[in-house]
C-alpha cells in the first residue's frame, strides 16, 4: 500500500516547544463595530463593511485602515467590485451604496426603506448584476434585483417566492443559485432573468452557497457543509462543521468554509475531506474572501467586537509538513523511532486512517514533556517527523506518544550522547 508521507522537523530544547503555528493571523482595526462582509481588489486594497454603516479601506493589506460612515444606523452586510474602480456596499434598510474611485468615496443608490433587507450581491459582467434578500416587515416575500446598466438601477424582479434569501452565486454567465430560510431554494439558466424554485429539501436553511459547476453546488447551513450533484434538486449533508455562514472555493478542488466558534475549514480536494485551520468558541465569522491561493481574510466579531483575519499561506500552518502521495493508510499505527538509539537525531513515523486533532509530544523518564512535535488538525495520512536531541536532551530514556482522536499509543527510545 502506498502512503502519504509528511515530514516534520524539530530540535529539543530546555523548554515544551509549540511546534505548529496557525496560518491566521488577527488584524488590528480602527472600529469596535461587528463585520459582516469583505472584499479584496488585489493582495493590498481591500474592504471591509459593517454595523453602524461601517466601510474600511486598507492599501496595505490590512496593516493600516481608513474609515468611512457613509450611512449611520445602518448594517452593510456584503461589498462587492464588479471591476478595479467601481463597487457596491449593501445592507438592511435597503440601502445600496456605490463607488467608482477604489473606495475614496461613497455615494448613495438606493436610499434607506424600511421595507427591504439586502444581504448578498453579485455581479456577472460590467453591465448584469443581482441583489437577493427580504422584502416586508416580516418573512413577506424573497428579493431579488437585477441590474441591466451597471448598478445605475436595481429593479424589484416580480417573484413570488416566500421567506428570504441570504446568498447568491453564479457558476458561469448563465448558471446561478440562491439559497434562503425555510427550504427555500432557487435557480436560473438565463443568467437571473427568471428563477424558478427547487424542490423543499434538507437543510430547511441555508447561508450562503456557491457551485462549483453547473451541477456541483456547495452551500453552508446550521448544521455544517451541504452537496448538491444535481444542480440543487436535492442535498446531501458533505461535512458536519458546525454552524457556518460562509462558503468560498479558489478552484473546484479548494474551498473554505468558516462561521461559528471561529471555524474555518479548508478542502483541497473537491470537499472529500475537510480539515480546521481555526477555531475559537468566542468568534463568528460571516465573510471570506481571497486575493489568491495564499493570500486570504476573513471578518466577523469576537466578543461583539470586529475581527479581521488574515493568511498569506492559504490558511495552512507554517509547520513544514509536505504532503508525497495521495493514499490513505487503513489503521491507525505509531512505529519505532528509527535510528535507535540515537545521536543527536531521529525519526518518528505514524498513520491514522481520518482526519483529525493530532498531538505527537516527547516526554523524560520522569513524565516532563520535553518538546511538542505536533498539535493541530491532520487529515488522513502517513507521517514522519525528525526529533533532534541537541541542546537540553541529555543522554536516557525518553517517550514519545500520539494522540490522534481516540487513538493513543506511547513508545520508548533512547538517547546515548
Known amino acids: 500500500m502506498r502512503k502519504t508521507i509528511f515530514i516534520i522537523s524539530i530540535v529539543c530544547g530546555l523548554y515544551s516547544v509549540s511546534f505548529s503555528q496557525e496560518g491566521w493571523f488577527e488584524l488590528s482595526n480602527p472600529t469596535i463595530q461587528p463585520y459582516f462582509g469583505v472584499y479584496f481588489l488585489d493582495a493590498n486594497t481591500g474592504f471591509v463593511c459593517g454595523a453602524e454603516g461601517t466601510i474600511l479601506r486598507t492599501t496595505n493589506g490590512g496593516a493600516s485602515w481608513d474609515v468611512s460612515i457613509p450611512e449611520p444606523n445602518t448594517l452593510f452586510y456584503k461589498i462587492r467590485f464588479k471591476d478595479s474602480n467601481t463597487g457596491f456596499a449593501i445592507g438592511s434598510f435597503g440601502v445600496i451604496y456605490k463607488t467608482e474611485n477604489k473606495g475614496l468615496s461613497w455615494e448613495e443608490v438606493l436610499p434607506p426603506n424600511g421595507l427591504l433587507q439586502l444581504f448578498d450581491i453579485y455581479f456577472l459582467d460590467n453591465n448584469y448584476g443581482v441583489i437577493v434578500g427580504r422584502r416586508g416587515v416580516t418573512l413577506d416575500s424573497a428579493l431579488i434585483m437585477r441590474t441591466t446598466n451597471g448598478g445605475e438601477t436595481w429593479p424589484i424582479m416580480g417573484t413570488t417566492f416566500t421567506d428570504q434569501l441570504n446568498a447568491v452565486h453564479f457558476f458561469n454567465y448563465f448558471d446561478g443559485f440562491a439559497v ?3 427550504n427555500l ?19 430547511a436553511i441555508l447561508h450562503d452557497v456557491f457551485a462549483t459547476s453547473s451541477t456541483n453546488v456547495f452551500a453552508v447551513s446550521p448544521g455544517g457543509i451541504y452537496l448538491s450533484t444535481n444542480a440543487g434538486e436535492s442535498w446531501n449533508l458533505n461535512y458536519p462543521g458546525g454552524y457556518l455562514q460562509t462558503i468560498l472555493f479558489l478552484n473546484s478542488s479548494t474551498g473554505f468554509a468558516a462561521g461559528r466558534d471561529g471555524n474555518i475549514w479548508k478542502t483541497t480536494n473537491s470537499g472529500n475531506g475537510w480539515f480546521l485551520q481555526h477555531d475559537d468558541p468566542a468568534e463568528e465569522l460571516m465573510d471570506i474572501y481571497f486575493v489568491d491561493s495564499d493570500t486570504g481574510f476573513a471578518v466577523g466579531n469576537k466578543n461583539n467586537q470586529g475581527i479581521i483575519y488574515k493568511t498569506t499561506t492559504g490558511g495552512n500552518g507554517t509547520s513544514d509538513i ?11 499505527s505509531l512505529n519505532q523511532n528509527f535510528p535507535n538509539p540515537f545521536n543527536p537525531s531521529t525519526k518518528i513515523s505514524w498513520q491514522s486512517p481520518i482526519g483529525s486533532w493530532q498531538t505527537l509530544k516527547i516526554y523524560d523518564v520522569l513524565g516532563n514533556e520535553v518538546a511538542t512535535l505536533v498539535d493541530e488538525y491532520l487529515p488522513a495520512g502517513s507521517y514522519e517527523a525528525e526529533f533532534s536531541a541537541r541542546g537540553g536532551c541529555a543522554s536516557g530514556v525518553y517517550f514519545y506518544m500520539l494522540q490522534a482522536g481516540s487513538f493513543i499509543e506511547t513508545k520508548k527510545m533512547l538517547v546515548i550522547r
Open 180 to 182: 434562503g430560510t425555510n
Open 185 to 203: 431554494k432557487v435557480k436560473t439558466i438565463n443568467s437571473g432573468q427568471t428563477w424558478t424554485s427547487l424542490p423543499a429539501s434538507t437543510p
Open 322 to 332: 509536505h504532503p508525497i502521495s495521495i493514499e490513505v493508510p487503513d489503521k491507525f
